[in-house]
Every structure is written in C-alpha cells, then in structure tokens.
C-alpha cells in the first residue's frame, strides 16, 4: 500500500482518482448530513445541540489521527532520511490542523448550552488546545525556515515531542476527572450512544476523512512538484 | 538488512521515545493534583488537609430529591454514592442541572460537609440516546 504514495506514482496519477474522490465526498457527506440534521432523533437530554457531534467527533479523531501520521512519519524520517516522507508527514499538517480548530470550536458551542460555558481548562480541552499549537508550530516551521533540510529536521523533532500529547488527550477523560464526558465509543464495550445516533456519526465521520484524504493528495501532489523544481533549481 | 548506520539511529530514537515516555509519565504524576479538574466528595473526605479559603471545585450527582430552592439561592447535595457534601449557590443554573444528573460546583468550602459555590456546570454522561428509548429504559426499571 506504501508503494502507491511514492512520488513517481503520485506525479504521474492524472485527476482521476480525486475526481472520483470528490463524487464520493459530495454523495456521503450528503447522505450523512440529511442523516444527522432531519432522520436522527434529539437527544433525551441535550436536545437538538446532539447534532453539533456529528461534526465535532469526526473533526477531532481526524485531527488526532493526521498527527498520529505525521509524528510516525517523522520518527520513519530520522531513521531512514527518505526524501519523500517529511513531503507526506508536510501534507497531512493543513487538513489535521484544521479539523483540530474545528473540534475546540464546535465543542466549545456544544458547552456553553449544554454545560453552561463556552471553555474550560480541564485535561481533555486543555490537551487538545496543545495538539492544535503543535500543529500551528509544525506548520509555522515550514513556512519560516528557509533551508529544507533544517526546517525537515526541526518540524520532525516538534511532531515526535507532539506525539506524546495524543495518548494524553485520548485517556485524559478516564485518567483523570474532566468536565468533558468519556468515550461513548470504545473498543472493548458496546457503544453507550443509540444506533439512530451513531449511524449518521459514521457516516460523517466516513465523508469527512475522504475529504481530508482528498485535500491531502492535492497538497502532496504540489509539494512534490515545487520540491521537483527546488532541485532542477539547484542543479542549474 | 539495514545499514549500520540506520541501525544505530533506530536504537538511539527507541531509547529516546522510552526515555522521554517515562519522563513525561512522571511530570503527569506529579502534576495530578493540577490537572484534576474536580475533586469527588470522598477525595475531599479523604484529603489530609482542606483549605477554606482556596477556590476547588466539586463534582458529582445530583442526588435524588435533595434539591430545595427559594428566591434567591439554591441548596442541593452532591453526591458520589458514597460521601456527600451540601453545596448552596445563588446564580444561574445551567439547563441540564438536574437531579441524579452530573454537576461540578465552583467555589469554597465552609467544612468538609458543606461547600459555598458561586459557579455551577451541568456535566454530561457519555449516554446518547433519543427521548423514546429514555422513557422505554424508564418504564422497564419500574
């Protein structure tokens, strides 16, 4: 599966593919908004604001995720210096970056009615508040330092120290006593949130990474040509 | 198959990831008090030492039939099914306090008993589920 993302596949695969990707985005994203917004029921409690989770628990496991790519592709990168790894791990910093905004943003809506604040700093918003500055640094590195093999070096050490955070945001909930609810999806239990709930929240969750995975081939695609050219650049 | 020095960076990085893993382990550990963000009534029972004039936070259930209310304030008790600790508030209650739902209260102790909360938030379960379903879970308890 490797195989497919090196360069030369990635250069020379025409728009097919995301054209592809995007029908399938544009069908599942709306299947799972007419889901979540009119077929799945209020909840018992909160209401119609249950509806904010479809977008917010996506958001955050997709922002977990991507770093959990780029902190992984950053230790690969140290060891063996493939050249087209950090252009990977550099993909995946926008669209997980923004998913994290996204996650504080529409939690922080969800709390004010539901707990009664806008934001609090206990473990499981505070971690994740620390997840969204690693992005911010990670991708600030990138864009300041000039030189790429320092900004290569720089931007993996600050994705490897970032990759601690995502266990602790993970289990701050059962660690430790937050405002934040736990998990109601787990591995080893039955989910605690009804199946007319979770359906949309998986088909959400499903249009939301073929969007991101979507915004990733684009943003790989063009970091491969513009690295391409910085090389024909320094050959002349 | 890996070159000697691709071997010797993997081991460097391997004893750097376990090293800092432990490290970090430990700051957590000892900031626990810190990164709690309420304490439950038997820690406040259990506690050595309780400060009355630092600002905790309490949480816990609503227990059953403990809320009392007049004009200006609120009396209810808090509790984790094994301590309790009366808490009265004068403020704005969020919509989803209600009794044998989360809360956590912010503000002072009198005693270990009695707690002085200028901040209440209404917790929320991990529980999802539609208005039906609660009533049908309801009725079957009964």
Same mark, same amino acid.
């Given at each position: 599966m490797f195989k497919k993302f090196l360069p030369s596949k990635i250069l020379s695969s025409n728009s097919n593919l995301i054209n592809a990707l995007l029908i399938g985005l544009i069908l599942v994203i709306l299947l799972g908004l007419i889901y979540s917004l009119f077929i799945s029921p209020p909840d018992y409690i909160q209401g119609d604001s249950v509806r904010i989770m479809y977008v917010h628990v996506p958001s955050s496991f997709i922002s977990l995720a991507c770093f959990g790519f780029i902190g992984i592709a950053s230790i690969l990168n140290l060891i063996f210096k493939i050249k087209f790894i950090p252009l990977m791990a550099k993909s995946l910093a926008p669209v997980g970056c923004v998913f994290a905004l996204i996650s504080i943003v529409t939690g922080s809506l969800w709390g004010k009615p539901t707990w009664g604040t806008w934001w609090v700093w206990d473990a499981r918003l505070t971690s994740m508040l620390i997840l969204l500055l690693f992005y911010l640094g990670y991708i600030f590195v990138w864009k300041l330092v000039n030189n790429?093999?320092?900004?290569?070096?720089? #931007? #993996?050490?600050?994705?490897?120290?970032? @990759?601690?955070? @995502?266990?602790?945001?993970?289990?701050?909930v059962d660690w430790w006593n937050t405002l934040h609810q736990p998990s109601s999806i787990t591995l080893t239990s039955a989910p605690t949130i009804h199946y007319s709930m979770l359906i949309p929240l998986l088909i959400m969750l499903l249009g939301m990474v073929i969007y991101s995975f979507i915004i990733f081939l684009m943003k790989y695609k063009t970091e491969l040509i513009k690295f391409k050219i910085e090389k024909t650049k320094n050959q002349k | 198959m890996l070159s000697k020095k691709v071997r010797g960076r993997f081991v460097f990085f391997i004893l750097l990831l376990l090293l800092s893993a432990v490290t970090i382990f430990l700051i957590l550990k000892s900031l626990e008090e810190n990164i709690v963000y309420f304490f439950s009534p038997s820690e406040i029972y259990s506690k050595q030492e309780v400060s009355l004039s630092k600002k905790i936070r309490v949480g816990g259930l609503v227990k059953e039939g403990s809320i009392s209310k007049d004009q200006t304030s609120i009396i209810f008790i808090i509790t984790d099914l094994k301590k309790e600790i009366v808490v009265s508030y004068s403020g704005t209650i969020p919509n989803l306090f209600s009794e044998?739902?989360?809360?956590? /209260? !912010?503000?002072?102790? =009198?005693?270990?008993?009695?707690f002085i909360a200028d901040k209440i938030l209404?917790?929320?379960? !991990?529980?999802?589920?539609?208005? !039906?379903?609660? =009533? /049908?879970?309801? !009725?079957? =308890?009964?």
């Open positions: 790429f093999e320092k900004a290569n070096k720089i #931007s #993996s050490v600050i994705a490897i120290v970032g @990759l601690f955070n @995502l266990p602790v945001i993970k289990y701050s | 044998g739902k989360g809360v956590i /209260a !912010e503000g002072k102790l =009198k005693d270990r008993k009695y209404a917790k929320h379960d !991990e529980n999802y589920m539609p208005p !039906e379903v609660k =009533k /049908a879970l309801d !009725e079957s =308890k009964y």
